[in-house]
């Protein structure tokens, strides 16, 4: 597809979330007034899925726990309504990750992220929430000869070109690697959406347009200074993720990165039987700059990822969204990924602004004596690793011992991103080199060095 073909497939294309873009979305709920306690067990600080779960989870955990959530904007906003809906079992961000950084425990954090999974999926049956929920697994594909290899071609689940292209059919399809349990699909704003219902139906309030400016202990509680007033807490729990919270101290932790999305217009009954797509499966190719791509419970592709864009400054800006030159590339590839689709337009373009860390998946502190806990740095798969998180946090907070709180995963912090203007050159040059390993194979010398050291960037 040539440049113009690719602006014309998304003329007409609106900026807007396509899981936000619905009438069955919520109304606003209303802000902290007066009527509202003042004195809580569990504050939670965050209305995406790490602060939905954790708030959810307290009153499953501890039925009649006071449990006050906040949201400076609206439940669902961010990156948990605008991500790709892969709901992984992987709470290390992949096995090389987790085998690499932590190789005594992996089988163990393997375990627990497939639990966690299947805990998802028998909330999501045990209260009827209706976000198109589909366990049908992951494809990896590969679209450069260099990498084939990482797929493992002597392992049970790699498929040959021909054997990948019975599965979804790319001319592009080099290989690729079939893991059926490990991911599902889902629709996830209506995921949260249900979280939030089923949270408020034991109990909860949850107070939207509400910001919490500043936390600090007062004897055997947390005071939260809001722009609503003040509430005191027992226990509070931060989930803000990419977006800087009270505490100084998480700031560092993290740099936000904005992933860009684009969604097709439905596709005829001829058109999905061209691909020979099940629409449960989720497909990501094998580069660092990798798209991930599904089928919607409405017969759209989803067709997201490539540029994962750093602004300097740590700057997050709704204007960072419309970025025109990353959702061109995102048009030209998808075209060389299905050219069975030629004509094919896009209707929804959107950006999200998501956390990532040095070590490519969530780290937990403590703040106030153990009386603040919190959690960050998903970087691209909090969908399902935030529920693990959520009763991690809560373990933490309440001074329990127990298999998560043990783990070296929750225990260890990485290494933190530098102030700028090192962050931003660090990044950029560490962006340019992963796209020079995709084009060639080989890491260079920056890479190698990172690898060393212990630290990445990714989305």
């Not at 999305?261 to 449960?280: C, F, K, M, N, R």
């Not at 689709?341 to 106030?368: E, K």
């Not at 929750?410 to 084009?439: H, K, M, N, Q």
């Amino acid at each position: 597809m040539s440049t113009r073909s690719a602006v014309d497939a998304l003329a007409g294309s609106v900026l807007r979330p396509l899981w936000l873009d619905t009438p069955d979305r919520p109304a606003p709920r209303p802000p902290l007034s007066d009527a509202d306690p003042r004195h809580v067990d569990l504050l939670v600080v965050g209305g995406g899925f790490t602060g939905l779960w954790t708030a959810l989870r307290a009153v499953e955990r501890a039925p009649g726990t006071s449990v006050l959530l906040v949201e400076a904007d609206r439940v669902a906003e961010h990156a948990t309504g605008r991500n790709g809906g892969f709901c992984e079992a992987s709470i290390t961000h992949g096995e090389a990750n987790g085998r690499g950084r932590w190789p005594d425990e992996y089988d163990d954090l393997h375990r627990l992220g497939v639990r966690n999974l299947d805990e998802i999926e028998a909330t999501v049956a045990r209260l009827g929430i209706e976000c198109g929920f589909a366990r049908g697994g992951s494809l990896t594909v590969a679209t450069r000869p260099h990498e084939v290899a990482a797929l493992r071609p002597d392992d049970e689940g790699f498929l040959d070109a021909a054997a990948v292209r019975r599965v979804v059919d790319s001319p592009t399809y080099l290989a690729g690697r079939l893991e059926r349990d490990t991911t599902a699909v889902l629709d996830p704003a209506r995921l949260a959406w249900g979280l939030a219902d089923a949270a408020e139906a034991q109990g909860v309030r949850i107070a939207e347009g509400t910001r919490v400016e500043r936390l600090r202990r007062s004897g055997p509680v947390v005071v939260a200074s809001t722009d609503r007033g003040e509430v005191r807490a027992d226990r509070v729990v931060l989930a803000t993720n990419a977006f800087p919270g009270p505490l100084r101290r998480t700031r560092w932790a993290t740099v936000p990165v904005y992933d860009h999305v684009l969604a097709t217009e439905p596709l005829t009954d001829d058109q999905l039987a061209a691909l020979g797509w099940d629409p449960s499966l989720g497909v990501a190719d094998s580069g660092n700059r990798f798209h991930y791509y599904r089928v919607t419970p409405d017969r759209r592709i989803l067709w997201g990822g490539y540029d994962a864009v750093y602004h300097f400054g740590r700057s997050i800006d709704p204007a960072h969204e419309d970025r025109a030159a990353t959702y061109t590339a995102l048009a030209e590839n998808f075209a060389r990924t299905f050219p069975q689709l030629a004509g094919t337009r896009f209707t929804h373009r959107w950006a999200g602004v998501i956390d990532t860390s040095t070590r490519f998946c969530a780290l937990f502190g403590t703040a106030h004596r153990g009386r603040t806990t919190w959690v960050t740095g998903f970087t691209g798969l909090g969908v399902g690793a935030s529920r693990f998180a959520a009763d991690t946090a809560l373990d933490l907070v309440q001074g329990l011992d127990t298999e998560r709180t043990r783990l070296g995963m929750v225990r260890s912090r990485p290494v933190p991103f530098p102030p700028e203007p090192l962050a931003w050159l660090g990044i950029t040059i560490t962006t340019w080199s992963l796209a020079r390993e995709d084009a060639t194979g080989r890491r260079n010398a920056w890479l190698r060095l990172l690898d060393r050291l212990g630290l990445g960037f990714d989305s």
